[in-house]
């Protein structure tokens, strides 16, 4: 069964500071690859997602993700973070139409803090 | 365009009892998802239908679970008898297609079983 890691559970930051978090996942097939977003009081909400192509991808503000498939890696990415990303990140994986559905497996998060 | 909802909010409910959860996804949306968090946990895959048929019911826990989805319209999530370890916040998600499509996720609802 694939499965998925995010190695920062709690990560603390000043404003401007840069922001990496970390996703592994276990599958050896073709994955897409996503990460959500779960601002506080929100829905859980797509930053952004990899299906084939480039593998640095750009998402909602101001984010990127690279994927490394001999790392079996898509770390997330911000050069300068606010405040107001402030937020829970969820890494996840399906393996899409050819791999046996389109069912998410995420990790278990990586609450962010960004201070003033 | 109106988002996925989810009934209720949240639920408190006792040790042995019923509760229904219900989830409207976007209209137009085929595929619906049913997932939940067990607190400090990672969100997990309960099921799949596209319509009103189950695709893939994998994740459900036990058979005290019954979703259903009569129509291909809104979907409910019946845990009874509910257990102390089904509390946990269930989100509903739907998507118009499979493969590539995002799947758009609901408020939650969270369950406290005492």
């Known amino acids: 069964a694939q499965s998925v890691s995010q190695h920062n559970h709690h990560v603390i930051l000043s404003e401007a500071a840069s922001l990496e978090l970390g996703c592994n996942y276990s599958?050896?097939?073709?994955?897409?690859l996503f990460w959500y977003v779960q601002y506080p009081g929100q829905h859980l909400q797509l930053l952004l997602k990899?299906?084939?192509?480039?593998?640095l991808v750009k998402g909602i503000k101001g984010f990127e993700a690279e994927f490394i498939k001999s790392k079996f890696s898509f770390n997330l990415r911000k050069p300068s973070v606010q405040w107001s990303d402030t937020a829970e990140y969820f890494c996840?994986?399906?393996?899409?139409?050819?791999?046996?559905?389109?069912?998410?497996?995420f990790g278990t998060g990586t609450q962010l803090k960004v201070e003033l | 365009e109106a988002g996925v909802t989810q009934f209720p909010s949240h639920s408190v409910i006792e040790k042995g009892q019923t509760v229904t959860l219900r989830c409207d996804p976007i209209?137009?949306?085929?595929?619906l998802y049913w997932y939940r968090r067990v607190m400090g946990k990672e969100i997990k895959f309960l099921l799949h239908?596209?319509?009103?048929?189950?695709?893939?019911e994998s994740g459900m826990p036990n058979n005290r679970f019954l979703a259903e989805r009569t129509g291909g319209t809104y979907s409910t999530l019946k845990v009874q008898p509910a257990e102390l370890e089904d509390s946990g916040v269930y989100f509903c998600?739907?998507?118009?297609?499979?493969?590539?499509?995002?799947?758009?996720f609901g408020p939650g609802t969270r369950l406290t079983v005492l």
């Open positions: 998600a739907s998507s118009q297609e499979l493969g590539h499509q995002k799947q758009f």
């Open positions: 599958y050896g097939g073709t994955v897409n």
């Open positions: 990899y299906f084939s192509g480039d593998p």
């Open positions: 996840a994986v399906n393996r899409g139409l050819t791999g046996g559905g389109n069912k998410l497996t």
């Open positions: 209209s137009g949306h085929d595929n």
């Open positions: 239908f596209v319509k009103e048929s189950k695709q893939d």
